[in-house]
């Protein structure tokens, strides 16, 4: 159970951020994120770390960047908090959701700790769309089995990936935010074009496999993706919630 006086720090290690909050039994509070690109990632974590109120006496990661990346966080976090963090992985079922992969750590867990958190919330069943780095989409049915998933560049990986690999494409940020079905100018087709065929592809996983399910997304372009869809439920934080849903389980047994 968990103590009074204490809170569990959760930390989540993306393609491009960390996120970090610290939690106890009512649940995770404010989050604090960097891009860890940034040459002054760790100091910043550092002082982050150092501005926490609460004693932390566990900390839990959820990480899909590099190993050396992950263990130059958990570094940070012993030296600083003197705990060994815990690092969680993808597991083959939990809290009612059946890892639908035929090997069941290989699944990124980000994409499983989104779904646990999606599927308590919409036991209806769920279609769980990432779009951070990559876009990520999943599908939780009403028994919470897994039924697969599918990743694709996300939508500024994506452009990136054009404007490298053509002669001739230029992109101007400051035309990129809108996406009209059939664009004027070279910045606006492509942003379109790729909103437009990721929200393609969740409205054929909705209609071929998401049969009476929920839609939510998370991630850095949720709502650019995300407003297609007015009954969609869009939560910045989904992976940090399923996170604490492990934790807590972690603590509690």
């Not at 004693?55 to 940070?76: D, K, N």
């Not at 993808?90 to 867990?109: C, H, R, S």
């Not at 065929?197 to 993706?225: K, P």
Request: charge should be negative; include cysteine; hydrophobic fraction near 45%.
């Amino acid at each position: 159970m968990f103590e009074l006086g204490w809170r569990m720090l959760l930390v989540e290690l993306g393609n491009t951020r960390i996120k970090s909050t610290l939690c106890g039994e009512s649940g995770i509070g404010d989050v604090f994120q960097i891009t860890h690109s940034s040459p002054t990632w760790q100091k910043d974590f550092k002082s982050y770390l150092a501005s926490l109120a609460q004693p932390v006496r566990v900390c839990y990661i959820a990480s899909v960047a590099s190993v050396a990346l992950t263990a130059s966080l958990e570094q940070l976090v012993t030296r600083n908090l003197a705990l060994q963090p815990v690092e969680i992985k993808a597991q083959k079922d939990f809290l009612g959701v059946i890892n639908g992969y035929q090997a069941v750590e290989t699944l990124g867990v980000d994409r499983w700790l989104a779904m646990i958190a999606a599927y308590q919330r919409f036991p209806q069943g769920v279609c769980v769309v990432d779009s951070g780095t990559a876009t990520t989409v999943d599908v939780v049915d009403r028994f919470g089995q897994h039924r697969g998933g599918l990743i694709l560049p996300g939508l500024k990986l994506a452009q990136n990936m054009l404007q490298n690999q053509t002669a001739r494409i230029e992109i101007n940020a400051e035309m990129e935010k809108t996406s009209p079905l059939l664009a004027d100018n070279t910045s606006t087709a492509v942003y379109s074009g790729i909103v437009h065929a990721t929200r393609a592809l969740i409205d054929l996983t909705m209609r071929e496999e998401g049969n009476g399910c929920a839609l939510v997304l998370t991630g850095g372009a949720a709502h650019e993706i995300g407003m297609e869809w007015t009954g969609a439920s869009i939560s910045p934080n989904l992976v940090l919630e399923g996170l604490y849903l492990v934790a807590k389980s972690c603590r509690q047994n």
